[in-house]
Nanobody, 124 residues
Framework: QVQLVESGGGLVQAGGSLRLSCTAS????????MAWFRQAPGKEREFVAV????????DYTDSLKGRFTISRDNAKNTVYLQMNSLKPEDTAVYYC?????????????????WGQGTQVTVSS
């Protein structure tokens, strides 16, 4: 069982930055692909980014490339999401997720473990 705890959300003005963190309880954190998803009110949960076990590989939803950066520190059992040039449409609850699988990493069903989410609100 892996427990994930997100932090770092909050209220920020458009154009600002936030860094989200997600810390895992499992000592074998490096065995998991880690991802960020987000869910805006009234919308489905959508893929944001994923990072490989070593951190050497990343993938992003196309619309966020260049503004968001996923990274991880396996020594700290933590994955990060650096969000720059934030826009009001980035407002959502952001979730981190973990999986030992390697396929379909952009889909929610591929992930076994989820955090409780952290709210990000971007004001115009």
């Amino acid at each position: 069982q892996v427990q994930l705890v997100e932090s770092g959300g909050g209220l920020v003005q458009a154009g600002g930055s936030l860094r989200l963190s997600c810390t895992a309880s499992k000592r074998t954190f490096s065995n998991y692909f880690m991802a960020w998803f987000r869910q805006a009110p009234g919308k489905e949960r959508e893929f944001v980014a994923v990072i490989s076990r070593s951190g050497g590989g990343t993938d992003y939803t196309d619309s966020l490339k260049g503004r968001f950066t996923i990274s991880r520190d396996n020594a700290k059992n933590t994955v990060y999401l650096q969000m720059n040039s934030l826009k009001p449409e980035d407002t959502a609850v952001y979730y981190c997720a973990a999986t030992q699988g390697i396929l379909r990493l952009r889909t929610t069903n591929s992930y076994n473990y989820w955090g409780q989410g952290t709210q990000v609100t971007v004001s115009s």
